[in-house]
């Protein structure tokens, strides 16, 4: 059974930093995608950025590129998101997802194929 656990998040003012951490366990494979993504109340939800965990390639939206890191740490098979210069608009429930791929093509979540597991979320709260 896969299982997506997210840790981190909270709440900060504008211009500080959060991490967020995912852990993902239970894939038989080493080829898998996680991404994030987040919700912000009465918006659709957003794919922000993702890592294809088998080479490290990555993708971020425009709104965070050069503010947020995601990174793969393979000894702790944990993904880690480094948001940096944050923003009121940044504030959000933040999902860890994942799935199995055997391109890095198909990681970022606008090329379509849905992510499989989920975790429950964590809030990110940026005050101005």
């Known amino acids: 059974q896969v299982q997506v656990v997210e840790s981190g998040g909270g709440s900060v003012q504008a211009g500080g930093s959060l991490r967020l951490s995912c852990t993902v366990s239970?894939?038989?494979?080493?080829?898998?995608?996680v991404a994030w993504f987040r919700q912000a109340p009465g918006k659709e939800r957003e794919g922000v950025t993702s890592i294809y965990t088998t080479d490290g390639t990555t993708y971020y939206i425009d709104s965070v590129k050069g503010r947020f890191t995601i990174s793969f740490d393979h000894a702790k098979n944990t993904v880690n998101l480094q948001m940096d210069s944050l923003n009121p608009e940044d504030t959000a429930m933040y999902y860890c997802?994942?799935?199995?791929?055997?391109?890095?093509?198909?990681?970022?979540?606008?090329?379509?194929?849905?992510?499989?597991?989920w975790g429950q979320g964590t809030q990110v709260t940026v005050s101005s």
């Open positions: 239970g894939y038989t494979t080493n080829y898998y995608c």
């Open positions: 997802a994942a799935k199995t791929s055997l391109s890095a093509y198909w990681c970022a979540p606008h090329r379509g194929g849905d992510y499989d597991d």
